[in-house]
T-cell receptor
Framework: DTGVSQDPRHKITKRGQNVTFRCDPI?????LYWYRQTLGQGPEFLTY????????KSRLLSDRFSAERPKGSFSTLEIQRTEQGDSAMYLC??????????????FGPGTRLTVT | DAKTTQPPSMDCAEGRAANLPCNHS???????VYWYRQIHSQGPQYIIH???NNETNEMASLIITEDRKSSTLILPHATLRDTAVYYC????????FGKGTMLLVSP
């Protein structure tokens, strides 16, 4: 499968614990995005990388959230001291920056986080 | 990103064309119109995008009005597997999703 993959698919954790999610983008894609989706809502943008550089962060990305893409390939999203409000689907997407400027994104299956 | 307006839900009979409208009157000149869909509990799936011209691919057709203030996504022969939430997004690199249109395809 050459699509975007995410691991784990499901995570249950207790409030106050730290969790880390991994995303592997489509191999030739140089942009990687993280989104969060709660029940009944559309996905909300969190942050994106172009290669290793984190170029934009949403105000939704509190200090407890950190994302990295150390070698410009896979990315990790860490949530420290989880809260019940962090329960959501965390989606990763990737795209190829193209001449002409369209940036269609391809999404992974998501990681569903439940904080108890 | 442009603000978009979509009907909350639509119905379509299997085998018929599904025409999903979207208003994006605040779209700027360099922003694309993207369409995605999301089947329950899956990640969003890219369908099609356009800037000014109408576009067609193996999944759908996109009709953009000349003033670029609205567009229509056309699924020419809807199947039960097309039941999903459809999102219209006006943007450039990052995507701002609204609540989309829940399309229900019935036998």
């Amino acid at each position: 499968d050459t699509g975007v993959s995410q691991d784990p698919r499901h995570k249950i954790t207790k409030r106050g614990q730290n969790v880390t999610f991994r995303c592997d983008p489509i191999s030739e894609h140089n942009r990687l995005y993280w989104y969060r989706q709660t029940l009944g809502q559309g996905p909300e943008f969190l942050t994106y990388f172009q290669n290793e550089a984190q170029l934009e962060k949403s105000r939704l990305l509190s200090d407890r959230f950190s994302a990295e893409r150390p070698k410009g390939s896979f990315s990790t999203l860490e949530i420290q001291r989880t809260e019940q409000g962090d329960s959501a689907m965390y989606l990763c997407a990737s795209s190829l920056v193209a001449t002409g400027g369209s940036y269609e994104q391809y999404f992974g299956p998501g990681t569903r986080l439940t904080v108890t | 990103d442009a603000k978009t307006t979509q009907p909350p839900s639509m119905d379509c009979a299997e085998g018929r064309a599904a025409n999903l409208p979207c208003n994006h009157s605040t779209i700027s000149g360099n922003e694309y119109v993207y369409w995605y869909r999301q089947i329950h509990s899956q990640g969003p799936q890219y369908i099609i995008h356009g800037l000014k011209n109408n576009e067609t691919n193996e999944m759908a057709s996109l009709i953009i009005t000349e003033d670029r203030k609205s567009s229509t996504l056309i699924l020419p022969h809807a199947t039960l597997r097309d039941t999903a939430v459809y999102y219209c997004i006006g943007g450039y690199s990052t995507l701002t999703f609204g609540k989309g249109t829940m399309l229900l395809v019935s036998p």
